[in-house]
């Protein structure tokens, strides 16, 4: 599998408004106060309206050129961080959950928002400019693309959970990188989201016991 890093503004807009649509985020969102969210509350300052994509991609550029990044660079950059453990990871994964991703390319898009989305069908996901941690979100989006060769695909094809209970479970086995990826993550942790704390507790207490990620799934849907 081969793993490409792109800017497209088209994109970046599009990440914008899936996030917007999935996090239920509105100017009167109250979370609109946390860091990761700052640069919607940026646009609902500057338009004071809903999310329109002409309107976007106008303040995506805007953002850019005021805040001087260099898009180009900042995909050298990223790129240059992850390929010298692109394979390890890869081989690592591929270990770990029995099977390999049959994209023979994904695209990593990069993106102004903190917040970032994938698109399985259509092999890519987002990356945030000036990240200090895009390995992290490299292994992070790359670890739902196998979650779901491994075990999505089976459990829509035959309506065993809801897209709620899939949401939590492949969210939570990312806790698995904290354990097996320590050496690629240095000092930092996948720590997930604040409601899943508590079945990536039990991720880590099932994958502990034996390492196998089947046993970990299996105990979840229990």
Not at 149 to 176: P, R, V
Request: aromatic share 16%; hydrophobic share 35%; net charge positive.
């Amino acid at each position: 599998m081969n793993l490409e890093f792109k800017y497209n503004l088209k994109k970046d807009a599009e990440n914008f408004i899936a996030v917007a649509k999935l996090k239920k985020i509105k100017k009167t969102s109250s979370f609109l106060k946390e860091k990761r969210f700052f640069i919607y509350k940026l646009y609902f300052e500057k338009y004071n309206r809903d999310f329109n994509k002409d309107k976007l991609i106008d303040f995506i550029k805007n953002y850019i050129n005021e805040n001087k990044i260099d898009v180009n660079q900042e995909i050298k950059r990223i790129k240059s961080k992850w390929f010298p453990i692109n394979r390890i990871f890869l081989e690592r994964a591929e270990e770990i959950f029995k099977t390999k991703l049959p994209q023979k390319q994904i695209t990593a898009y990069l993106t102004v928002s903190d917040i970032c989305g994938y698109n399985i069908n259509d092999c890519y996901f987002f990356i945030t400019l000036e990240s200090q941690h895009s390995n992290l979100t490299i292994m992070h989006e790359l670890w739902h693309f196998y979650t779901w060769e491994a075990y999505g695909k089976e459990f829509k094809k035959k309506n065993l959970i809801s897209k709620e209970q899939y949401y939590d479970i492949k969210e939570s086995l990312t806790e698995i990188l904290n354990i097996e990826f320590k050496d690629l993550l240095g000092n930092i942790k996948d720590k997930g989201y604040l409601s899943h704390q508590e079945i990536r507790k039990r991720v880590r207490k099932y994958w502990s016991k034996k390492k196998d990620i089947q046993k970990v799934v299996e105990n979840l849907l229990k």
